[in-house]
């Protein structure tokens, strides 16, 4: 079964940068869509950016504009590029398909802490 390792946070200071990768045990190619979704403390799930096989994404409103989204299907890695970070961006980050029957079993997430 395919598993997902995010790696990439950590503590950075507001208005900076860093990139998130979600590395796949397995091929994502054929999954269409794939998003990274972050978690806040008391918070539901949410999705924050998707890309689909085809390269075209989208973006929650929160983020547009400072995250890029994007992916490598030849070595099955998922990139977030977060750039202007905010403290509200603080949360757990996690990566998987978009589409909930083609989900593969949520990893671990990488965490990362913006500070003000």
């Known amino acids: 079964q395919v598993q997902l390792v995010e790696s990439g946070g950590g503590l950075v200071q507001a208005g900076g940068s860093l990139r998130l990768s979600c590395a796949a045990s397995g091929s994502i190619f054929s999954i269409n869509a794939m998003g990274w979704y972050r978690q806040a403390p008391g918070k539901q799930r949410e999705l924050v950016a998707a890309?689909?096989?085809?390269?075209?994404?989208n973006y929650a409103d929160s983020v547009k504009g400072r995250f890029t989204i994007s992916r490598d299907n030849a070595n099955n890695t998922v990139y977030l590029q977060m750039n202007s970070l905010k403290p509200e961006d603080t949360a757990v980050y996690y990566c998987n398909a978009v589409v909930p029957v083609s989900r593969i079993p949520w990893g671990q997430g990488t965490q990362f802490t913006v500070s003000s």
């Open positions: 890309i689909t096989s085809g390269g075209s994404t």
